[in-house]
């Protein structure tokens, strides 16, 4: 399984249940790798999406705890070990977030898509491990540098160890 997520510097993903950035060439690298694959989200996450829709042309996979959740679109699993079970092919599997399942879902995965955004956001109320602290993984590529919006970023591959 593969994770893919933007960061600022000091690893912070989301405020408000919203993403910090929004970068047309960061969403063009999500589209590409996650189109005609399988993506797994947290509910908050589904619900921060446009319309609170599943994303097109993807399989979407939703995790709650609330038995009575079924969106239409979506596949819906109420634990990670029901979702684990029920997916037993996880190459094709991205985790699309948010905090909580980036963190759960994170020893599942063999290779991180992090696009690296150079500001650090202090008033974030969403976090993802930071890999670069995480001597179970390292980084494997470096995009050059991308800038929009005054915003300098690249695109990172980790791979597990
Ligand atoms: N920067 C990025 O690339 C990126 C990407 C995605 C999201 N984000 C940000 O991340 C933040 C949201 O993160 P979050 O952690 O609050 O929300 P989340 O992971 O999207 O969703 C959390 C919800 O998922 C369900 N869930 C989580 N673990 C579960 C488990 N083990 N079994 C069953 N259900 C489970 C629960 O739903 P119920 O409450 O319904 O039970 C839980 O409340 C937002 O700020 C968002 O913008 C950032």
């Known amino acids: 399984m593969k994770l893919i997520v933007n960061v600022s510097d000091n690893w912070?993903?989301?405020k408000n249940n919203g993403l910090l950035f929004h970068l047309s060439q960061d969403m063009k690298f999500f589209r590409e790798h996650t189109t005609g694959n399988t993506i797994v989200m947290g509910r908050k996450t589904l619900e921060s999406l446009p319309n609170s829709k599943p994303l097109p042309n993807r399989e979407n996979i939703v995790l709650t705890r609330n038995r009575d959740y079924h969106?239409?679109?979506v596949t819906v699993y109420t634990s990670i070990d029901?979702?684990?079970a029920n997916t037993p092919k996880r190459d094709n599997v991205y985790v699309?977030?948010?905090e909580s399942l980036?963190?759960?879902l994170l020893p599942y995965c063999d290779t991180a898509?992090?696009?690296k955004v150079e500001k650090s956001v202090d008033d974030a109320d969403a976090f993802m491990v930071n890999l670069d602290n995480d001597s179970n993984?390292?980084?494997f590529d470096i995009s050059k540098e991308f800038e929009e919006k005054n915003l300098k970023f690249r695109f990172?591959?980790?791979k597990r160890v």
């Open 12 to 14: 912070a993903i989301g």
């Open 71 to 73: 969106p239409e679109g």
């Open 82 to 84: 029901e979702f684990i």
């Open 96 to 98: 699309i977030g948010g």
């Open 102 to 104: 980036y963190r759960d």
């Open 113 to 115: 898509y992090v696009t």
């Open 137 to 139: 993984w390292q980084i």
């Open 156 to 158: 990172v591959t980790y």
